[in-house]
């Protein structure tokens, strides 16, 4: 563990005092990745995240097995990891795809799961095999059943900026979708931009839509992705509008099984370098981080994409840079 | 040459209506890339950059060839391309580190031209070999003679945010510097995050000021590395500070000669995807740069940094990426 100077804490006004980074890693990241990790490297992986400081852990997926066999294991990987969240403030969701998830979710003890939705008919239809207003009607006894039992509902929307088959998605066609989530009971929402295309006034501009059709800022969390280079300059944007959910993924994990170093989800330690350059409250302890990433990557056999674990463990996951 | 429906343009308040990006590529790129390119290739790069609509490309450096050797063809090279300054709107500055420098560059009728100083005395030791106030010794007659030939000049000022021997750099220590080369007669600074580690905050309070120490904001360029992944959410702080110079190397060019995909200098196409986003001029064609940044990587024969370039072109610069 070394002590770093840098980035230096220099506040910028308007921003959140406090970030709640809701990490993917375990669940979006190894999903996407082709390596398959065996159970107890998951449960180690989950417990160090939350060594590390992160307090909201997605930890895997209830998804049918022959969809995302990277997740297979959820049943006997939760049992594993349950027991952090009884250890102070962590939470550990699950993504439910319908009520036989949501079942085997609640029957593991899980307390805060999360639904799947689309912002296009496209993706609805080849991710979901549904129209969106099918996979609203899918999700609202997923929904009301979760409430009743008293776990928190989180829910995902994807293509909230762009579509690879539609192209550009209006903001309307997304605050549709995000307000029927809201309607159904969802606590939070995770705004995706899934293929990575997003700008900063194209985020301003949904969150402000969102907000006049009365989902509160602090509902909203986002999700970008870093395909273009983009996932941190949009969160900034997500920041000043008042957003303080941002998720990320440990080591830069998900979005790319092919490529060796391509990334998908942003980085949760390039979001920590700025947040803690910016004085924001994460919880976080970048190097006990940094130093879990590099693990995993170990056991990935890829190094991490994430610019700051590079920069900080240039012997491990790079050639040195010479500065 | 495709016709992209993304970014969609959406426009955020506050900042400029269009922005300069002083194109460091052939010369702050290349000096620091591994591989050498053969003068004739450096032309035609910099002419494809100039079809690509790019207005400020530095050409390249009248640094001895013993500390540059990438760049020992800059007396060879000029003259191949010196004629693009005169049609249209396209300036072609060079590096000269001293009055030797100068007088190679004018005779080769050069009309614009750099000094490169440092913000910390350890990297004005290491590189120029002497003390800050050394250094600007240095450049006064420099300036003094370029003016008189009507020549333009840009400072750039270096470690203006961390040092890697020194961490964090004092926000006035800057200012003095930078006004210092403002009072030699520079038109413009280029304000450098050498090593990568600015934030925000720190961006924001840096430009605020020099604004108080009498730097008007359009003489200030704004240089970001990304090495942990800050140079595009760093130019967005700098934007809405009113900033709209901005330096970029094509295809992420440069910064780091040892590693295949690490990055130094902000890639072009990821800066030129964000502002075609907010809906900011730039006069840069995206896809015609993009394929200028592929066809130089395959004489560096390593694939190009830029997460843009790869996104635009998975078959050439990286393999697909599953959505």
């Known amino acids: 563990m070394t002590t770093r100077a840098l980035p230096m804490r220099v506040p910028a006004p308007g921003l959140p005092a406090r970030v709640r980074i809701h990490e993917v890693g375990p669940r979006d990241g190894l999903q996407n990745e082709k390596g398959t990790v065996p159970t107890e490297v998951k449960a180690q992986f989950i417990r160090r995240l939350a060594v590390a400081g992160l307090t909201t852990i997605e930890a895997t997926s209830f998804v049918h097995p022959k969809w995302v066999p990277q997740l297979a294991d959820a049943e006997a990987l939760f049992p594993l990891v349950g027991d952090i969240a009884d250890v102070g403030d962590v939470s550990l969701p699950v993504l439910v795809p319908n ?12 307390r805060s799961i999360a639904v799947f939705g689309s912002a296009t008919e496209t993706f609805a239809a080849r991710n979901l095999n549904r129209t969106v207003d099918e996979s609203l009607a899918m999700f609202a006894p997923v929904v009301a059943r979760a409430k009743a039992e008293k776990a928190s509902v989180r829910g995902y929307l994807s293509m909230c900026f762009g579509d690879p088959w539609e192209g550009a998605v209006p903001v309307a066609q997304v605050v549709r979708v995000a307000k029927a989530l809201m309607d159904l009971g969802c606590d939070e929402l995770s705004l995706g931009d899934t293929i990575g295309v997003a ?3 194209h ?3 949904l969150l402000t839509a969102l907000n006049e059709a009365g989902v509160a800022t602090p509902a909203m969390g986002v999700h970008f992705h870093d395909t273009y280079g983009q996932a941190l300059s949009n969160t900034l944007a997500a920041l000043r509008h008042g957003v303080s959910t941002v998720d990320a993924s440990a080591g830069g994990l998900g979005g790319c099984p092919y490529a060796e170093s391509a990334t998908g989800n942003l980085a949760t ?3 920590v370098w700025m947040l803690d350059g910016l004085g924001i409250e994460t919880g976080v302890d970048l190097d006990e981080l940094t130093a879990t990433s590099v693990w995993l990557a170990g056991h990935l056999g890829r190094p991490s994409p994430s610019r700051t674990v590079r920069a900080l ?3 491990t996951s790079s050639p040195s840079h010479k500065e």
């Open 99 to 110: 009520e036989r998830g949501l079942d085997r979710a609640l029957a593991l003890g899980a």
């Open 269 to 271: 330690e390039d979001l």
């Open 199 to 201: 700008t900063p006034g």
């Open 203 to 205: 985020v301003t501009a």
């Open 313 to 315: 463990t240039p012997s």
